[in-house]
């Protein structure tokens, strides 16, 4: 037998998820110190540029919330009461005055009874309990307002009662009471431990069709009358001390019998026995909007409320092991309607998507880290960026171009075990067809066919950068893109110049070599100091350990040396900087030209002081000064770096570049991006 049931999967059709904005997201925010999981929750909360986030859907779930309070007030049963008394009390009037074989005396009581009626609706309605009416049309009414009472009380605790019991009978009612007798019966008999499976299936066997939610089982059943006699004490509850006592006098004239409320009273202390978590005791602050609220449609909107509220707290992710799967898409989709819900399930579909990409793992200390693929990603990311700043072009962002080992020389040679180089198809193809002449029977194309392009030999680079991790980087703004650009750096190198040698120096109050992993995870350091004198040791050291290579140096920083390390291990730190701190700084800067190193300073800030140390600085070894902005300092390294490898100094003439000269260095554009 086939069973069929509602699709809840998604948009089969629709496009996989795209990670490429949220990790360039969440890199971002993780070099600007926050925790993988952090950043990927920030991001889910802004959202992207064509995904709404969870910020926009709280935003929406409190308008919602306010809109039902301000647009409601709770008189509604009063209001409905109101009108049919005075509907009555007018036909009784007519009646009277219309009757001329009624004795004047008893016409002259019942007037003066109608004249007198107490100004409250509920004892009016309990003065009237005993009147013996005149008029059939005041009857009727009167009789629809006890019918209407027994309706609201039954609609308060069991949703849709109001509409199914209108125009009912007798009989109709003593179903109801029967009903509620056996519910009674089973809750109580449930309290105790002493319920078996059969008894509910025979409950719902006799009573299901006053339960369109289709309980499973008694905790279904109760969840559900709960969550709505809960939310019925919430209206009484925010109703003011006049409006409750009004009611409950009305209840009492509930379908012209008391034993209806005994019923709910009943039902009510089982369900706060059984589910006691329930918020039997909040209430809510209603506004005076034009559309009345009976017991009904009130309690229903309290139970919108609490919806949204337990919405809130999903959407707001604050509690321990929080999860975009808790948020109750239906629930979501009821409330703010389809789209919000596809919305939700974006995002839902997008953490899971980051989680088994393979962009974060647990370290051995539990916390979330970028892995290298992540790392990779981002790197790639940043290059592009890095590439369009130096072309000064838009629409070539893709743009890729063989020569990673090398430059294409133009000539041509027949392949050999081993080669990496791209192969000449032209000449390839015509090698085959010239083969196959002499040859008409042989294969289509041989090996011995295969030609390559041939490259310039290119020499090694032993590449240390050196970053400015002090106080002062961190103040002004300049922490991120440090970052940035040494994770582009390191891109650059591992994807496109494998030959190369790369040392990421990280320079503060001291010096210390980085992994990439570690550089891009650091947190801003709040110590002052400006240690370039241990930054160019582990440079020179650097250099040393690759003696066949062709030393590039890089140093990016914002002050002036501060500090230096002493034969002991200890660091000195003096400001204004000390003789002796300038001089070690100097003297290895020194060490590092006679190593060959080509150097290039990357100054940041307008400081007069600082410009003329770093300019006198790349004097003394010819080496270049860029000055360039916080956002280009990227393209700035990267065109350094590329420069450097052709044989150049970083910035014509040695002195200070701007950003945009970058991409002159080395041409347009190159094969280095991709």
Known sequence: MSRYRRYDGGDPLAPPVDLAEALDAI?????????????????????????????????????????????????GTLDEVRQLLDQAVLEERKQLARDAMMDDGDRAFREMRMENLPASPAAAVTELSDYDWQSREARAAYEQIKDLLGRELLDQRFAGMKEALENATDADRQAIDEMLSDLNELLEKHHRGEDTPEDFADFMAKHGRHFPENPQNIDELLDTLAQRSAAAQRMLNSMSAEQRAELMQLSAQAFGSPSLMQQLDRLDQNLMSLRPGEDWGGSEQFGNGGQGLGLGDGTGVLQDIADLDALADQLAQSYGGARLDDVDLDKLARQLGNEAAVDARKLQELEQALRRSGAMERGYDGELRLTPKAMRQLGKALLRDVAQRMSGRQGQRDLRQAGGAGDLSGATRGWEFGDTEPWDLPRTMLNGVLRRAGDPDGPLLAIDDVEVAETEARTQAAVALCVDTSFSMAMDGRWVPMKQTALALHTLIGTRFRGDDLELIGFGRHAQTMRIEELTALDARWAKGTNLHHALLLANRHFRKHPNAQPVLLIVTDGEPTSHLESSGDVFFSYPPHPTTIALAV?????????????????????????????????????AVIAPEADDLGAAVVGSYLGSRRGGRGAAGGGAGGPGTYGDWFGSRGFWVG
């Open 587 to 623: 003297r290895e800067l020194d060490n590092a030209r006679r190593l060959g190193a080509q150097t290039t300073f990357f100054r940041l800030g307008e400081d007069p002081g600082l410009a003329r140390f770093i300019e006198s600085m790349a004097r003394r070894v010819d080496g």
């Open 27 to 75: 890199g971002e925010d993780v070099m600007a110190g926050y925790s993988p999981e952090r950043a990927m929750r920030e991001f889910l909360r802004r959202g992207g540029q064509d995904q709404a986030g969870l910020d926009d859907l709280a935003r929406r779930v409190a308008e919602r919330r306010r809109e039902l309070l301000q647009q409601h007030h709770l008189d």
